[in-house]
């Protein structure tokens, strides 16, 4: 997509409808192990399937031209010649109008007709057959310990103690008079507390960028090559997306 693949060239574009080419491969391979899932009774939670279909209707209703996927032949850079630039325009509405919607529309009517009404109610891992072990596999592979989950929660509620007890002593310090709870709404709800713009609260997130990168090499062997972007949710999903997430 635009906010991640390079656009600066001729060859960046037509790199991308290939890419885009596999991506339709995947949506209907996607379809085929999920009819395998609801075979073996293994599924997607219906609140994440619902996410998913209000997604898929977002980016139905933009039609072509209005596209997320369009946006990169909506304004070309320099490297682009303009003898090129009505081909891949024609390339890119072609492809989204012929190939692109009819493979979201496919990928909706399956959620939404077979999928959701036999998709589990239950939200955890652990509630679907085998899911146990795909959790133990998953902490493994994400924290590269032999942590059990049980202690990895109980981490957890150490630390959650540890801040609160934190907040509490600032609470106090400030002379505050509501509790914990009013505290964290006046931190997140007062006037003086807000970012004067989105740009300062950008640039506080980078702060805290530099002064992480100036010590994660004493903790960490490996550390992210590409330095923090932050970039706006797309609009097709803002609504259901998480509140705050993150990509490595």
Avoid: C, W
């Amino acid at each position: 997509g635009e906010g991640i693949a390079p656009f600066g060239s001729v060859a960046d574009y037509d790199a991308n409808l290939a890419r885009l080419e596999g991506y339709l491969v995947y949506l209907d391979a996607a379809i085929a192990r999920m009819r395998e899932g609801l075979a073996a009774g293994v599924t997607q939670p219906k609140l994440v399937v619902r996410n998913v279909v209000e997604q898929l209707d977002n980016l139905l209703a933009e039609g072509v031209e209005s596209s997320t996927f369009y946006k990169p032949v909506l304004k070309f850079p320099d490297a682009v010649p303009a003898a090129e630039r009505p081909r891949l325009t024609a390339a890119y509405a072609r492809f989204i109008r012929e190939r692109l919607n009819p493979a979201h529309e496919r990928l909706r009517a399956f959620l939404r007709n077979d999928y959701l009404p036999r998709a589990r109610d239950s939200v955890g891992l652990a509630q679907m057959p085998g899911g146990t072990a795909l959790y133990r596999h998953l902490i493994a592979r994400m924290t590269t310990t032999e942590l059990t989950a049980e202690e990895i929660h109980r981490i957890g509620l150490e630390e959650v103690a540890r801040i609160q007890a934190g907040m509490e002593r600032v609470r106090r310090q400030v002379g505050f008079s509501g509790n914990r709870q009013e505290f964290a709404r006046h931190l997140t709800s007062g006037p003086r507390f807000a970012p004067k713009s989105r740009e300062a609260m950008g640039e506080a997130f980078f702060e805290i960028d530099r002064r992480v990168r100036a010590v994660v090499g004493r903790e960490f062997t490996r550390v992210p090559r590409s330095p923090l972007s932050i970039r706006p949710v797309p609009t097709f999903k803002e609504r259901t997306a998480a509140g705050g997430s993150y990509q490595n």
